[in-house]
């Protein structure tokens, strides 16, 4: 299995950018890990949220035509403790799920379009983070979550 990250503009602060970069790496010790990034959408100030979220998922789906499980990471998922999510992405892992693909969407979150082909969504907490920060906080879970899979002492309870 290997896990993608689908994510809608550049990282701009170099902090988060560095830190991403240390938990991708450290992950390809453990799963072929791969970060997509396209493009933002330009010219949103008089455009409504709905239509943002709509070119959003035209840009979006084209990249999302795989045979793997798509989740959406969004504030009104299914939360998780680091323990869960680790159980969940090793389920899959087990079952015959070729790609996992999570996706952190616009500032409006996501098109009805895309929560119809999206398996469920995510939340990493209750709490509402800058979608850069989102990037960082997710890599770090899932080298989390990895990292408990493998049996390894980067997380105490």
Not at 15 to 26: A, H, L, N, S, T
Not at 29 to 45: A, E, G, Q
Not at 70 to 78: Q, V, W
Request: charged content about 25%; proline content about 4%.
């Amino acid at each position: 299995m290997k896990i993608t990250l689908i994510v809608t503009g550049k990282t701009d602060a170099s902090w988060i950018q560095e830190g991403m970069e240390v938990y991708f790496k450290r992950l390809k010790h453990y799963i072929p890990f791969s970060m997509k990034v396209l493009p933002d959408i330009r010219n949103t100030r008089n455009i409504p949220p709905e239509q943002q979220k709509e070119k959003e998922a035209a840009q979006m789906l084209p990249h999302l035509q795989t045979q793997g499980e798509i989740f959406l990471l969004d504030e009104g998922g299914i939360q998780f403790t680091s323990r869960e999510l680790s159980s969940f992405i090793e389920k899959k892992m087990i079952s015959a799920c070729r790609e996992l693909i999570f996706v952190i969407g616009g500032p409006f979150g996501f098109s009805p379009e895309m929560e119809k082909i999206a398996s469920g969504k995510i939340s990493l907490s209750r709490l509402t983070f800058s979608h850069q920060m989102v990037r960082l906080l997710f890599a770090e879970q899932l080298y989390r979550a990895m990292t408990i899979i493998k049996g390894e002492s980067y997380h105490n309870d």
